[in-house]
């Protein structure tokens, strides 16, 4: 039988005054061109979900991105997909039309790619949970977030590893590798994958585990977001969760070098049993921070009891009386709801990269003296230079055990600035130029890498320090199973490696 998609592709067939008459709302949309209205229009009556179009009331609260920096691309239409079928139907549509489109699962992309100004593909809803504690296995679909995993498991003593921001897109942390407060002690949240199910370019559907496309489960691990397919779900092994202790520090100005040097030997030193996010920055707002206004502060996890932990901070509590000194035992779920953070959100921009062993003296020097050259705009900086704990269970797996290749990494090093409506075109311009000064100071310091899941539009090399010596191999693996580049934006991952 003939589809209605393959009926309104026939020229002539159906008149625009009949499709008045099936949908209104699409037929009548002035800013959608004529092919494109009947093309959206066979969309619509096909889908399970549903097809929003600019005039729709719910159209500005589902296109808003996370980073408001690309809010003002405009789709054509969001398909909020409710089923895989939904899924297949729209790359069927958008290959027919040859229209561009962007896959969003949580809209976190903080460079602006889950953003299009053709069809928005999103699978938000598509937010199902299952357990298989038997099995010891999760199974999401593709929209599920950060929250919604941890209010299904919360009633079990299991976890996967994940992020710690609520309304990050589980998908997209886990194809980009997934780093959360669990990394060094259970693993990257790809760690734990055992299989994805993916709605490939030619619109079919495939299982993608270690026994079935296995050159893809490798990719997908790492280099998946948005690359080869759209996920429509994905299972986790499970593991096995109680008590353990949370901690806040927050330390007055001075000793800041020798803070943050101690700070990475305590984590480097305890790799598998503490989990640290540390940072300087400024307390209070201003531009050209003194040295005297900046504080150092960690936040983490313990994977044990809270005088074990005083032990091990003796020497770093010795430093300099911290102003903040919080331990806390608590269960598995309670320490996740106390590490949770929104941040960032808004108007921002930042750089990532790796630090392979610690960053030593010299280094967090040079950090602080661009922290005191920041140029002014109306919001507190507070993550102007973060380190985030890697190392431990990370390194468990090889630089090509998987498409993530950081695995030789202690740090990611997190550098943003962040303004809002109240700031100049002109001010902004200064800070984006001084993140691009400091980023470009700290380099000779830092492995030449950066996360994917971190991205930045105008990082140089960005294939490379994305994927390292994975990425031959990750585009010999895009050739077999997107060879026409179905799936591409501007930093996906090549059909050929650049020279």
């Known amino acids: 039988m003939t589809t209605r998609r393959e009926l309104l592709k026939m020229g002539g067939l159906l008149t625009g005054s009949v499709m008045v008459g099936a949908v209104p709302s699409i037929a009548t949309a002035k800013s959608v061109p004529s092919w494109s209205a009947r093309g959206l229009a066979a969309l619509q009556r096909d889908m399970d979900g549903r097809l929003l179009l600019p005039s729709d009331e719910g159209f500005p609260l589902m296109v808003a991105p996370n980073n408001a920096r690309w809010g003002n691309v405009t789709p054509k239409a969001i398909a909020l997909c409710a089923s895989e079928a939904d899924v297949q139907r729209c790359i069927r549509w958008a290959t027919d039309y040859k229209e561009q489109f962007a896959i969003r699962s949580g809209g976190h992309s903080y460079a602006g790619f889950s953003t299009t100004s053709g069809l928005l593909l999103s699978v938000r809803y598509m937010k199902g949970v299952t357990m298989d504690l038997k099995n010891g296995t999760a199974t999401i679909q593709g929209g599920v977030n950060n929250q919604d995993m941890a209010d299904a498991l919360r009633a079990v003593p299991y976890a996967i590893p994940s992020g710690r921001c609520p309304t990050v897109g589980a998908s997209g942390l886990v194809l980009g590798g997934g780093w959360g407060f669990a990394a060094s002690h259970k693993g990257l949240t790809c760690d734990s994958l055992l299989s994805t199910r993916a709605v490939m370019a030619n619109a079919s559907v495939i299982n993608v585990s ?47 070098v020798e803070l943050l040097e101690a700070l990475q030997k305590l984590q480097i030193d305890n790799a ?26 960690s936040l983490g996890v313990y994977w044990g009891k809270a005088e074990a932990l005083r032990e091990l901070m003796a020497p770093l509590l010795a430093i300099l009386k911290p102003d903040v000194l919080e331990f806390r035992e608590q269960s598995y779920w309670q320490a996740r709801d106390y590490l949770v953070t929104d941040d960032p959100t808004g108007l921002y921009d930042m750089n990532s990269s790796y630090v392979g062993s610690t960053l030593g003296g010299e280094a967090i020097e040079t950090m602080l003296n661009w922290m005191s050259r920041w140029p002014g705009g109306t919001l507190l900086q507070e993550n102007m230079g973060i380190l985030f704990a890697m190392g431990g269970a990370v390194k468990d797996i090889a630089v090509d055990g998987t498409a993530y290749p950081h695995r030789n990494s202690n740090f990611v090093f997190e550098q943003e600035t962040m303004w809002s409506p109240l700031d100049r075109p002109d001010v902004v311009a200064r800070q984006r130029d001084w993140l691009a000064q400091y980023y470009d100071a700290m380099q000779r310091y830092l492995q030449p890498r950066s996360y994917v899941n971190f991205p930045n539009r105008d990082m140089k090399d960005w294939a490379n320090r994305y994927y390292g010596e994975n990425l031959a191999r990750l585009s010999r693996v895009k050739q077999k199973y997107d060879p026409k580049n179905v799936f591409h934006f501007a930093q996906s991952v090549p059909l050929a490696v650049p020279r």
């Open 210 to 256: 270690g026994a079935e496309s296995d050159d893809l489960f490798w990719a997908i691990r790492g280099a998946g977001g948005g690359n080869f397919g759209v996920h429509t779900s994905f299972t986790f092994k499970l593991h096995e969760v109680g008590d353990v202790t949370t901690f806040n520090m927050v330390w007055p100005s001075g000793k800041q």
């Open 272 to 297: 598998r049993t503490i989990a640290t996010r540390s940072k300087a920055r400024p307390n209070k707002k201003g531009a050209f921070p003194a040295r005297s206004d900046l504080i150092v502060e």
